[in-house]
């Protein structure tokens, strides 16, 4: 597994999973992303990995809401910018690339297969107090509508973005996608370095269990080879946890409030910068050193911020 010796920190900010009525802190608006990524690379976030959301929270992949906030987080720091092309429920596959072939980033996600993909649990904390009428509907629709990527999905994405010069953040959320992307490496399709980010306790995905953590990274050892670069994602309550043990046993880190609104328990986060220096604080207690952005665009292969179309 290929290691700089530092943790990248990945920082999650908005996400389309969360709803307004879950937090008054999730940022929503282009403003709201835009300075909270700023400030959690100023916090120790290599990558900013983001979505993008209408004034009212809904989730959107419309390339123009992106670029209200795209252009301001690459003059206000130098974290690398993630883009997803996961989008939000309902959406297609070319509706959640659109924004990727128009900013060109330095590094998509690539989501390595078609899941059940359930938030509709969290409807039965808030009940009927939901601020905007699309909350209810959209948390219903995953119990209804499975997250789509084909295999032909994923090959147009490996065709068509790579001549952009984008890499991937290949996201795993179950064993079976290893070995979907080690069917892809083996017939040339993708090229190490390759950043995968292991994601455990959505449902519909990999439990939040240590022992699913050992068994991911031994699976991926064995099918990728040496030259793959592991990063950890817990979901919600799991979130600080797993990416401690993740970090002990060699891997990066992914923190944000797409994964988890709280900052402990029954705290909710005020802001993403506040989660990001709280896994820096303990993997500086762990003597694990954070990687910075230059840092990170060399381990991972990245092709530079200047190179991008925003």
């Not at 990527?149 to 179950?174: C, H, P, Q, S, W």
């Amino acid at each position: 597994m290929a290691s700089s010796g530092k943790v990248i920190i990945t920082c999650a900010i908005t996400g389309s999973a969360h709803t307004p009525t879950m937090s008054p802190h999730l940022p929503c608006t282009p403003d709201e992303i835009a300075s909270q990524s700023i400030a959690a690379a100023e916090a120790g976030a290599a990558i900013v990995h983001l979505h993008a959301r209408k004034d009212d929270g809904e989730p959107t992949g419309d390339p123009e809401v992106f670029m209200r906030f795209l252009p301001r987080i690459k003059q206000g720091c130098e974290a690398v910018v993630s883009i997803s092309s996961g989008g939000g429920t309902g959406m297609t596959a070319a509706e959640r690339l659109k924004v990727v072939f128009r900013t060109e980033p330095e590094l998509c996600t690539l989501n390595l297969g078609t899941m059940n993909f359930g938030y509709h649990p969290m409807i039965a904390r808030y009940q009927d107090k939901w601020q905007h009428d699309w909350e209810l509907p959209y948390l219903e629709s995953s119990r209804t509508e499975p997250f789509i990527n084909t295999f032909a999905d994923i090959e147009y994405m490996l065709e068509k973005v790579g001549d952009l010069g984008t890499r991937f953040e290949f996201e795993a959320y179950d064993v079976g996608h290893l070995y979907t992307l080690a069917y892809y490496l083996d017939s040339g399709l993708v090229k190490p370095p390759l950043f995968v980010q292991t994601i455990f306790g959505n449902l519909g995905g990999i439990g939040p269990d240590i022992d699913n953590l050992v068994f991911m990274k031994r699976t991926a050892d064995r099918l990728l080879g040496s030259d793959w670069v592991w990063s950890v994602l817990g979901g919600g309550r799991h979130q600080l946890g797993l990416v401690t043990t993740g970090a002990i046993m060699g891997s990066n880190v992914r923190v944000g409030m797409e994964d988890n609104l709280y900052l402990g328990k029954g705290e909710l986060a005020k802001s993403n910068a506040e989660q990001v220096a709280k896994i820096r604080r303990i993997l500086a207690e762990l003597s694990l050193e954070t990687a910075s952005p230059a840092e990170a665009r060399d381990l991972l292969g990245l092709k530079g911020a200047d190179r991008t179309a925003f």
